[in-house]
């Protein structure tokens, strides 16, 4: 369950968002298509007998939201710096202009349109059917009420993966596999609560954000490595044919093009030390979002369905390094602060 996508900083390439966020957010741990979960044995729900719920009094931006923010400044500097050629090659007179558009474009992707064609266009999701809704529906009224949320500020889907997950996305998006949807209600309601958690703390947004801000940067990368193959490709057929100094040629020039690319992506070389700074706070939002789920009276059932999960996933087999760069934690140290 959860919204993973924008706030990476693991391939720099890809100028894709990383899925959105969810207590079981594929890719890591994949998610399983079962659980092993004993149908007979479905947890109940406490709800809390405060007046004043938890949820309700620490929501807004978190630790981890802010923290978000501060990873995502040097990719959007560097997508300035692009901005700011392509605003001085595309019209030299007035080369102020893009870049600026540009950052007053972040304003534009918070927009609740935008969040529909993100979720339509990118993430593949789907509007939920009526029989969808039927199972959908009451679990989320049920976990708004509960938390004091409005649930109409936001906009249920389905995304389209064969495992159980669910995502927080943007501002107003709250996507479930179809595979959630078969859950037992108190466990979709604690998938459903985590995915709240993210977007009351402002993960989701941040996550957008940091996405949106870093694609000219990725783009250009992404780009230049595309030119670099392609030159490559040229000097290896000179180089079978005898033009040794052609070969030679290309490879001074593709080092040329990963020095420029480097010079306007000086963060490029902080991703080791950055990616598991950014996993490390990305781990800290999902944590966050159990909590504010547990908060909300989900605890017990969260952690019988991540026990299940770990079941049904034939437990952590993820390497010391993988979990280190992972953006989610193994669900056995999800449930093992779930008990606290
Ligand atoms: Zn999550």
Not at 16 to 39: K, N, S, V
Not at 57 to 70: E, S
Not at 91 to 116: C, E, T
Request: hydrophobic share 50%; glycine share 8%; charged share 20%.
């Amino acid at each position: 369950m959860d919204t993973r996508p924008p706030q990476d900083g693991r391939d720099p390439r890809a100028p894709r968002p990383r899925p959105p966020r969810g207590p079981f957010d594929a890719p890591d741990p994949e998610a399983p298509t079962q659980l092993g979960i004993d149908p007979d044995a479905v947890p109940r729900i406490r709800r809390p007998r405060t007046k004043v719920l938890p949820v309700e009094q620490r929501r807004g931006p978190d630790l981890a939201a802010y923290l978000g923010l501060a990873l995502m400044v040097p990719a959007s500097i560097s997508s300035l710096v692009v901005m700011a050629l392509i605003g001085s090659i595309a019209w030299p007179a007035q080369a102020w202009v893009i870049p600026v558009l540009w950052v007053v474009s972040g304003a534009v992707v918070l927009i609740p349109a935008f969040d529909s064609l993100l979720a339509r266009r990118l993430f593949s999701m789907r509007e939920p059917s009526a029989r969808d809704l039927q199972r959908l529906e009451p679990a989320w009224q049920s976990v708004c009420r509960t938390a004091g949320v409005n649930p109409d500020r936001y906009r249920l889907w389905i995304e389209g993966s064969q495992g159980l997950n669910a995502f927080a996305a943007g501002g107003r998006t709250v996507a479930v596999t179809r595979r959630a949807l078969e859950l037992p209600p108190p466990m979709l309601e604690a998938v459903l609560a985590h995915e709240l958690g993210h977007h009351v703390h402002g993960h989701a947004r941040v996550s957008l954000l940091g996405w949106w801000y870093s694609l000219p940067a990725r783009g250009a990368i992404l780009l230049v490595g595309l030119v670099a193959k392609g030159i490559l490709a040229v000097g290896r057929s000179f180089s079978r044919h005898g033009g040794a100094a052609v070969a030679l040629a290309s490879v001074l020039l593709v080092l040329l093009l990963a020095a420029a690319v480097v010079f306007l992506n000086p963060w490029l070389l902080l991703i080791p030390v950055m990616a598991p700074v950014m996993a490390a706070v990305a781990r800290a939002g999902e944590y966050r979002a159990d909590q504010a789920a547990a908060s909300l009276g989900y605890g017990v059932a969260l952690q019988d369905l991540l026990k299940g999960w770990v079941a049904g996933s034939g437990g952590e087999k993820r390497t010391w390094r993988a979990r280190v760069l992972a953006s989610h934690p193994a669900a056995v140290d999800r449930v093992r602060r779930l008990r606290g």
